[in-house]
C-alpha cells in the first residue's frame, strides 16, 4: 500500500511539474485514497497535493481536484536498487565511417553499456533511439517509460502514440523523423512485492548528465536539421537545470542545442491530460514553426487545426 501511495505522489507530482493544473478524480477513488492514507496512521502525513473546489460540480461522480501551488519543477527522488551510483557522463568513440554503420556502432555501445544495463530491471530493456537515420526533425524526449522499457523503443506508449498522430497530423510519418530520450533507461521507482514499478518518475540531474553523451552522438550521426525537446524536463536536460523554472517561460521559443536550432514544446501526455482545444492548439503551434522551420509544405487546414475554442 505504501508503495502504491507513494507512486500515486509520485505521479502527481510529475503530472503538476509538467504543468497540469487539475484532475477528475471519481469519488470512489477518492475514498479509497482517503482509507488508504488513513491507514498510515501514525506515520507522519505528507502535505496533500490536491485541493477540492470551492463548488461542488453539477456531475457528482467526479470532482476536478487543483493542484495546489508551490515549487513548480518537480526534483525527483531516486530510489536505491542495488545498482552502482551513476559515473561522470558517458565517454565513447563511434567509428568513423558510412552513416547507417555509425547508427548501429553507436546502438551496440548504448545498449551494452554496463551503467545503462546494471539500471535496468530484470527481464527490461535499454532503449535507443529510432526512426530516419537521414531524419530533418530529431524529437527530444526525458526517458523511457513502462512501454518503452518492455519493447526497447522511444514513445511507444500512450504519449507515444499522441506523438505519432502529432507527426501525422505534420504531414510525416514516424519513420520520416528520428525520436529520442535524453535518458537511455526507466528512471527507477520501489516495485510491488511481484517486482513491477507503478509510476514513472523524472530523471535526476546527474542520470540525464550521463546519458547525455549518447543524444549527441544520435545528433553527430543523423545531422538533423532541428531538434524539438518534449516537456520541461527534457527541456531542462538540454538547456541545463535551473535555466527556467516554468515551462512556459521557454516553450514555443526556438533555443539552441548541439549546435541545432532546439524547439521546446509541451511533451505529449500534457495533452493527454489536458484534453483542451487551446492545449492543443498551443502545442500544435510550435510544430507550426518546426515546420515552418524545417522547410515542410503547410495547408490552410494545417495552419487552422484547434482553433475551435473549447
Ligand atoms: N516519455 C518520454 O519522455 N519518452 C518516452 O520514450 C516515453 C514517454
Not at 481536484?65 to 568513440?93: C, H, L, M, N
Not at 532546439?262 to 495533452?271: E, F, Q, R, V
Request: aromatic share 8%; with cysteine; glycine share 8%.
Amino acid at each position: 500500500m505504501r508503495t502504491s501511495l507513494q507512486a500515486i505522489a509520485a505521479e502527481l507530482k510529475r503530472l503538476k511539474a509538467s504543468g497540469v493544473k487539475a484532475l477528475p478524480v471519481s469519488e470512489a477513488s477518492m475514498q479509497r485514497l482517503r482509507k488508504a492514507v488513513q491507514a498510515r496512521a501514525g506515520q507522519a502525513q505528507p502535505a496533500p497535493l490536491l485541493s477540492a473546489p470551492a463548488r461542488p460540480e453539477k456531475d457528482e461522480t467526479s470532482t476536478t481536484y487543483q493542484f495546489k501551488a508551490s515549487e513548480r519543477v518537480y526534483q525527483a527522488k531516486p530510489v536505491d536498487t542495488g545498482a552502482p551510483p551513476i559515473p561522470e557522463p558517458t565517454t565513447f568513440q563511434v567509428p568513423p565511417g558510412e552513416k547507417s554503420a555509425r547508427w548501429n556502432a553507436l546502438r551496440e555501445i548504448v545498449l551494452n553499456d554496463p551503467v545503462c544495463k546494471a539500471h535496468v530491471r530484470p527481464s527490461k530493456k535499454v532503449v535507443f533511439g529510432v526512426g530516419s537515420v537521414d531524419a530533418k526533425i530529431m524529437f527530444v524526449g526525458e526517458a523511457p517509460g513502462a512501454d518503452e522499457e518492455v519493447q526497447g523503443e522511444p514513445f511507444v506508449g500512450p504519449a507515444g502514440q499522441l506523438l505519432t498522430r502529432m507527426i501525422g497530423a505534420m504531414g510525416l510519418k514516424r519513420s520520416d523523423v528520428y525520436i529520442g530520450n535524453i535518458m537511455n533507461w526507466r528512471p527507477e521507482m520501489p516495485v510491488d512485492e511481484r517486482g513491477v514499478q507503478y509510476g514513472n518518475r523524472p530523471p535526476t540531474e546527474k542520470e540525464m548528465a550521463y546519458c547525455l553523451p549518447y543524444l549527441k552522438g544520435q545528433i553527430e550521426v543523423v545531422n538533423p536539421d532541428l531538434l524539438v525537446a518534449l516537456g520541461s524536463t527534457a527541456a531542462q536536460g538540454l538547456l541545463g537545470f535551473g535555466t527556467f523554472k516554468a515551462l512556459g517561460e521557454v516553450r514555443g521559443r526556438w533555443k539552441e542545442f548541439a549546435g541545432k536550432p532546439l524547439m521546446i514544446t509541451y511533451h505529449p501526455s500534457y495533452i493527454l491530460r489536458n484534453q483542451s482545444n487551446r492545449s492543443k492548439r498551443m502545442i500544435w503551434e510550435d510544430l507550426l514553426q518546426v515546420m515552418e522551420r524545417a522547410g515542410l509544405p503547410i495547408s490552410e487546414k494545417q495552419r487552422g487545426f484547434f482553433l475551435d475554442r473549447g
